[in-house]
């Protein structure tokens, strides 16, 4: 877990994308890593931008909160993102902030 959280917070810091594998899913997803955060439920969670990949929400891309305990695997990718205007990072759902853009 430690070395998917650095892996992320190098991300983060770079702006880079990244190719995520989650427990139990078939494909990988590519996302905009966002931040790490624990939210008012007490989970752990990568908010992110995901661009591509495996989804519930019809394929479309979007904000996601990801449980960091599902993450198996992160590589960085060569592309970089931008910050979308839409991110809050004071918005309620966040509870407290590892780190964040």
């Not at 995520?20 to 939210?39: A, D, F, K, N, S």
């Not at 931008?82 to 902030?97: K, M, T």
Request: net charge neutral.
């Amino acid at each position: 877990m430690e070395e998917i959280t650095q892996t992320l917070w190098q991300a983060t810091e770079k702006r880079k994308t990244c190719r995520i594998t989650l427990e139990g899913e078939p494909i990988p997803r590519v996302v905009h890593p966002y931040g790490i955060c624990r939210t008012p439920k007490n989970i752990i969670v990568l908010v992110c931008w995901q661009a591509m990949g495996f989804t519930g929400a019809g394929g479309k891309a979007g904000f996601r909160n990801l449980k960091l305990s599902r993450i198996l695997d992160v590589e960085i990718l060569d592309a970089g993102f931008r910050v979308s205007p839409d991110f809050n990072p004071a918005d309620d759902q966040y509870q407290e902030w590892v780190f964040h853009i």
